[in-house]
């Protein structure tokens, strides 16, 4: 997916509080509160990201697990207490007080208000196209469990405390259009920003990096010699590669390395593995590259 594309969408959709400004009349609770339940929102994909992903062996479902159930009732937390920051703050007592939980009994009575549902679909759409970008991008269910639990801890305390700062500058000036415009403009140049360096982070583990140089292809001999995996400190001997990659010790390896983070790793053993394969199926490598040719081919 061409970036310029990406980039485009990304600001197509967050400029709907632009309009809604201009034509709703949107005031700096209602971007304040959109810009919060954003918050939500990534949290929800960032939660069926851990979940929805290839499981390869079972032992692949326990960082999952473990970690989705922790998020929840953290992050869950961590934003619930923000929104009663919102609600009590900027909500001008509009709204049932529940304490704590003004924010959750709240969210429902907002969005019928002002056109926000349209709003909130939208930040839905977004996350959601990110999603996709990023698996024809990276390879479905790409990023492991540990990264995507930290992930938006690092764009979250950043916005909140950008978007409470603007909220109390906003009302110190009366909520001139000029203002919200400004916060609309800083939150999508905010979203660009933390966009594009996602795309930094997250570019080495693509999986067309992951290639077979002269030196890890020098590697992956030493270590696939045969056709046997070593577990506990014990080798076990399979007939041939293919049977090896068909194997459970094959799976649960592989799977570990995709829990933990080892993608690109794990890409090359399954290309190696694959080559391998290719020669016993009656094929011969050339070059450097880790490529395959047929026999009687002189790979001119």
């Not at 764009?155 to 109390?168: D, E, K, P």
């Not at 077979?212 to 001997?237: C, D, T, W, Y």
């Not at 390896?253 to 694959?274: H, K, P």
Request: net charge negative.
């Amino acid at each position: 997916m061409p970036r310029q594309f990406s980039i485009a969408v990304l600001i197509a959709l967050n400029a709907l509080p632009l309009y809604g400004v201009v034509a709703w009349g949107w005031q700096s609770f209602d971007l304040i509160f959109l810009y919060w339940l954003e918050n939500l929102i990534i949290g929800v994909f960032t939660l069926l990201r851990m979940l929805v992903r290839p499981y390869g062996h079972g032992i692949e479902l326990v960082l999952p697990l473990f970690f989705a159930p922790f998020f929840t009732l953290h992050y869950g937390m961590f934003c619930l207490g923000h929104g009663s920051f919102v609600f009590s703050l900027f909500g001008d007592g509009r709204y049932d007080s529940h304490g704590f939980f003004d924010a959750l009994y709240n969210v429902w009575p907002v969005l019928q208000q002002n056109h926000l549902l349209w709003a909130a679909i939208c930040l839905l759409l977004l996350q959601l196209f990110d999603w996709i970008r990023d698996s024809r991008q990276h390879g479905f269910g790409f990023d492991n469990v540990r990264t995507l639990m930290v992930a938006p801890y690092r764009r979250i305390v950043i916005l909140h405390i950008t978007i409470l700062a603007s909220g109390f500058a906003l009302g110190a000036l009366e909520e001139p259009v000029l203002g919200l415009l400004i916060l609309v403009v800083l939150k999508t140049g905010f979203d660009v920003y933390h966009w594009h360096k996602d795309e930094q982070r997250e570019g080495g583990d693509t999986p067309g990096a992951a290639e077979l140089s002269p030196e890890k292809l020098e590697q992956m001999h030493a270590r696939f010699a045969e056709p046997e995996i070593e577990v506990n400190g014990k080798k076990i001997q399979f007939e041939n590669f293919q049977a090896l990659k068909d194997s459970t010790q094959f799976r649960m390896l592989t799977g570990i390395m995709r829990m933990v983070g080892r993608s690109s790793e794990y890409r090359l053993i399954e290309q190696f593995i694959d080559m391998k394969i290719a020669e016993e199926n009656g094929a011969r490598p050339f070059g450097e590259s880790g490529e395959v040719a047929p026999v009687g081919d002189s790979g001119k």
